[in-house]
């Protein structure tokens, strides 16, 4: 059974570039859910998918971010021009649903970005 | 998004004693609440899960839930320094709202 994976774990990039990260949830899981997280906070929901539709997207999610899951299963985020306030962990999680209750979220390692 | 609030830490505790973490929720309409532990630089990890007022035990946790009073806890008994990590508080319609966490230090 293998976990969440994410890809890159690490990146660095500069003020205005545009970065991808992937994440590849758990195989059975249909809900795919993307958190930032910076120093010193709890992870902060960004968006989620069941299957290929995205369903619901934070108001912390502007116009630079956008995500896709195009077959229901690997996803990926995206920013445009990024900036240093975008620098953060960038976790992703997977869930399917268990009988009566809501799905547990397990987590993936994180992608680390750096805006310099 | 909901507010979770976790007591401020750090919390230091000596080995063999016991850690008491406590989390407050806004919505009183929560269902689902989970505890996560992060180690420093590490994603989330899953503790517990807690959906029924009263307590969940699993080895050496404890989740309590109190839905009259809006409150969740867990406690950490026998606590071994590799307990030393960030435990975070989680309640859940279908997106986790966290709260900011709470860093315990077992001190051997």
């Known amino acids: 059974d293998t976990g969440v994976s994410q890809d890159p774990r690490h990146k660095i990039t500069k003020r205005g570039q545009n970065v991808t990260f992937r994440c590849d949830p758990i195989s059975e899981h249909n809900r795919l859910y993307w958190y930032r997280q910076t120093l010193g906070q709890g992870p902060e929901f960004l968006t989620y998918f069941q299957n290929e539709a995205q369903l619901e997207k934070s108001r912390l999610l502007s116009d630079r971010f956008s995500a896709e899951r195009p077959k229901g299963s690997f996803s990926t985020l995206e920013i445009q021009r990024t900036e240093q306030g975008d620098s953060a962990m960038y976790l992703c999680?997977?869930?399917?649903?268990?009988?009566?209750?809501?799905?547990?979220?397990?987590f993936g390692p994180g992608t680390r970005l750096t805006v310099l | 998004q909901k507010e979770v609030e976790q007591n401020s830490g750090p919390l230091s505790v000596p080995e063999g004693a016991i850690a008491s973490l406590n989390c407050t929720y806004s919505?009183?309409?929560?269902?689902?609440f989970f505890w996560y532990r992060q180690y420093s630089g590490k994603s989330p990890e899953l503790i517990m899960s807690i959906y029924s007022n009263g307590d969940k035990e699993d080895g050496r946790f404890t989740a309590q839930l109190n839905k009259a009073s809006q409150y969740v806890s867990l406690l950490i008994r026998d606590s071994q320094p590799s307990d030393s990590a960030t435990y975070l508080c989680?309640?859940?319609?279908?997106?986790?709202?966290f709260g900011a966490g709470t860093t315990v230090t077992v001190r051997a």
């Open positions: 919505d009183r309409g929560s269902q689902s």
């Open positions: 989680a309640v859940d319609d279908y997106k986790l709202s």
């Open positions: 999680a997977s869930s399917g649903r268990t009988s009566g209750h809501t799905d547990t979220q397990y």
